[in-house]
């Protein structure tokens, strides 16, 4: 750990380290990925997150913004986020939970995946090459955006990012960072992926950021075609998804009840994965869906976890079959 790091983590206050998810899920989330190579780029990423510090808030001060983060980290609320029954929602859905390590200069707020929009973003730079250092004029779509970790960043970056995250407190954050930061580029939407069809964003995006989501969605082919709607033809979806590792075609159901073994209080309650795709699977759904062509990474080893990175490609839009599809009239 470097010294700013443990000096950041001193500024934590022991409150708000009590208000993250339980250590025991913490663990089994973060882990040590193994099997990705050097990423020269991850210093120069995590330097660029230190533009969103008090010292360059904008339109709110110091003392304010700070007051406004703790009412967020404070925050239990089933009823913004529709639920007639909290018992049976996930705790990150009900409770809030940042889900990035945030150094804000004069107050530090830990992260229930630590460093992971850092190394994501790194990986897609030196390791799948996907985005270039300086993605200026490019147009990202972040799927699954949480606080906002690898949304800031990307902005940071140079690329303009409209961030989708269906739990309305957490899309409230990052809109809140948003003003406070006056960060002109960055949009943030309190929406369903499945809500994602509207005109605005159809043929709109360069790339499509799709980590962590695909395993957590009930319709993962209908989601990946909404994906190939987003893109502009040229453009490419970048999903990172957990796996289960064998080369047959099968996805593998796991339900809202069952998460990495874990005891009911571990799975935040319920409602956390639903399908976890083969690789094979998961080439052939975007394949189904009308990507043109589909490139695996290796599978890496994380947090008890198999998980690949899947680069999709977009070459012009097409139709795909439409027997059973659960939304017959999708695009």
Known sequence: MSR?????MRRATP????????QSVKDRLLGTQTGLPPLPSYDELSRLMLRYQTKDLVNVDAASFRARIDSFLELTD??????AHPGEQRDLSVRFHWGHDHDFGEF???GVLGDRHVTLVAALVDWLHVLPRSPTGLKVLDIGSWT????????AMGAEVVAVEEVRKYAESLD?????F???GLESRAASLYECTGPELQDAFDAVLFAGVLYHVTDPVLALRIVFNCLRDGGQCVIETAVTHSTDRILGYEGPSV???GSEEDLSRSGWNWFLPTPTTLRQMCLDVGFADVSLSKVIESSGLKRIYAIAHRDRHNDLTRAGLSVRAIR
Not at 15 to 22: N, S
Not at 78 to 83: C, I
Request: aromatic letters at 10%; proline letters at 5%; glycine letters at 12%.
């Open 176 to 180: 809140y960072l948003r003003y406070a």
């Open 15 to 22: 409150a708000r380290a009590k208000r993250l998810v339980p």
């Open 148 to 155: 906002g970790g690898t949304s800031l960043l990307l902005h």
């Open 182 to 184: 006056g960060l002109d």
């Open 78 to 83: 089933h009823e913004m986020e529709g639920f």
């Open 4 to 8: 700013r790091v443990a000096d950041a």
């Open 259 to 261: 998460i990495l073994g």
């Open 108 to 110: 530090f707020v830990p």
